[in-house]
């Protein structure tokens, strides 16, 4: 047994001895998705109910587990503060209980750094190697600069996590306590197209050249994308997620990096969701590098990237092309995340489009998402100057560069037909058109 290892045995603890390192008042910071230890934050909650504790928050970025703090009876001992909101953790982020921060991803790191100290870092990671190294796996956003001033550093750590190749990793000296469980890492269910993605994917598909490197956002549409490009040749991948399309992307030699003008033959990410064969293949592939969120999505990293299309998905865009991502109307649903953060450094790079995508309608086609106004409430997550391009199945509407009138008219043709009259008449009340 080596020194490492010999320390490794010194810090393992169980789950119920590395929660009494919290006091009240403690700020509990988790990694991004995958990486949130699920066995150490509920302990926490169930320490924290048990002795009458108060004031804790567990902060986290993309929820996937259904934590204990989530519950009611958990609430007044530990609550929880949405980074970015995930599936098991919305109906506790929309409480009075829960908050939200509002932040662009890139930003998340240095806010760590700065303004948001946490108390407790923890994070799950995969098993230690020789040198007393962990991986942070497919969730290297924000760990390191979380556990930088944190009083107690905990790890969980589980052999399902990815050994996965970039620059997060955490040192056994640097380590307060550890535990361990293997629980299999929570899976984003691979989903069949929908007619509507197909014609947004053909339409995305067109105005994506050869060469070009691609990011890929969250929610439905990285499939319809993935599944239309499959003819392209020579992309690079550059993003802050690394969707299961793009295992199938690189797979098929669809991306082969060889263009890119940095991290040549490499593609990048920060954090990653999806099924267990994809945890397989990020696991000690050198193909695929996973980099703190403030690199990865720092706009002038991705604009040295010639033609650079950033791809992501949006919940309503009105006739000025301001566009919300992550609320709707006023309730949080999910997050800025990086996607203004992709929006300009497209922007700015040689050739560069950013596109946003959505149907045209919600809620079984009875609501139109292109607003004549973004919904009372609603948090604008890119600008009206930020925005380049809006796809809906019914076409491409291009804003930048184009006054408010020729906006609306763009916004109101990719419209569902139904609902074209009416924004026409809304637009004309709006002094848009005449
Ligand atoms: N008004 C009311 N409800 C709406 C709506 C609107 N304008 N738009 C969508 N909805 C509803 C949908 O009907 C759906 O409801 P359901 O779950 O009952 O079916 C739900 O809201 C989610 O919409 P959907 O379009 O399926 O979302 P998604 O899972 O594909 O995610 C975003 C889309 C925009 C929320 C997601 O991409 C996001 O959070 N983006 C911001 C962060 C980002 O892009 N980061 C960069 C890349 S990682």
């Known amino acids: 047994m080596n020194k490492w290892q010999e320390m490794y045995k010194e810090k393992l603890t169980t789950a119920e001895e590395a929660a009494k390192y919290v006091q009240s008042g403690d700020v509990c910071a988790a990694t991004c998705g995958v990486g949130e230890p699920p066995m150490l934050a509920d302990a926490i909650a169930e320490r924290a109910k048990q002795e009458g504790l108060y004031g804790i928050t567990h902060q986290l970025m993309l929820t996937l587990h259904p934590l204990k703090c989530y519950l009611p009876e958990y609430q007044d001992h530990m609550s929880s503060i949405h980074w970015f909101i995930g599936g098991p953790g919305r109906k506790a982020a929309q409480s009075v209980k829960g908050d939200y921060m509002p932040a662009y991803y890139k930003d998340v790191p240095p806010l760590w750094r700065t303004y948001a100290k946490a108390d407790i870092a923890y994070a799950t990671v995969s098993p230690m190697d020789k040198h007393g190294w962990f991986s942070y796996g497919p969730a290297a956003g924000e760990g390191r600069a979380q556990m930088e001033r944190a009083r107690v550093v905990l790890l969980e750590v589980n052999e399902n996590m990815p050994r996965v190749h970039g620059s997060q990793f955490i040192h056994i000296s640097e380590v307060t306590a550890l535990i361990e469980n293997n629980a299999p890492l929570p899976e984003n269910p691979e989903a069949p197209l929908l007619e509507e993605e197909i014609a947004i994917g053909k339409h995305i598909s067109h105005m994506i050249p050869n060469e070009a490197t691609v990011q890929l956002g969250i929610g439905g549409m990285p499939n319809a994308v993935a599944a239309s490009i499959m003819d392209k040749r020579g992309l690079g991948f550059h993003s802050e997620m690394f969707p299961a399309r793009a295992m199938d992307l690189m797979e098929a030699g669809v991306i082969d990096n060889w263009n890119k003008p940095v991290h040549k033959h490499k593609s990048i990410a920060s954090f990653s969701v999806g099924p267990k064969k994809l945890y397989d293949y990020l696991d000690d592939n050198p193909a695929v590098e996973f980099h703190s969120i403030d690199y990865t999505n720092n706009p002038y990293l991705i604009a040295q990237h010639d ?17 919300c991502s992550e609320t709707i109307g006023p309730v949080p649903f999910s997050g800025t995340g990086g996607q203004c953060d992709f929006v300009r450094g497209a922007n700015m790079s040689k050739g560069g489009k950013s596109i946003l995508s959505m149907f045209s309608t919600a809620k079984q086609g009875t609501l ?44 109101i043709s990719i419209a569902h037909p139904k609902f074209r009259e009416e924004l026409t008449f809304e637009a004309k009340k709006l002094n848009l058109i005449p």
Do not use: C, W
Request: zero cysteines; aromatic letters at 4%.
């Open 307 to 323: 033609n650079f299309i950033s791809i992501n998905a949006t919940l309503e865009v009105d006739l000025i092309g301001q566009a």
């Open 368 to 411: 139109s998402k292109v607003k004549p106004m973004l919904t009372h409430g609603a948090h604008v997550t890119v600008s009206k100057n930020d925005i380049d391009y809006v796809v809906t199945e019914f076409g491409v509407a291009h804003l930048k560069g184009k006054t408010a009138s020729q906006r609306a008219k763009e916004m």
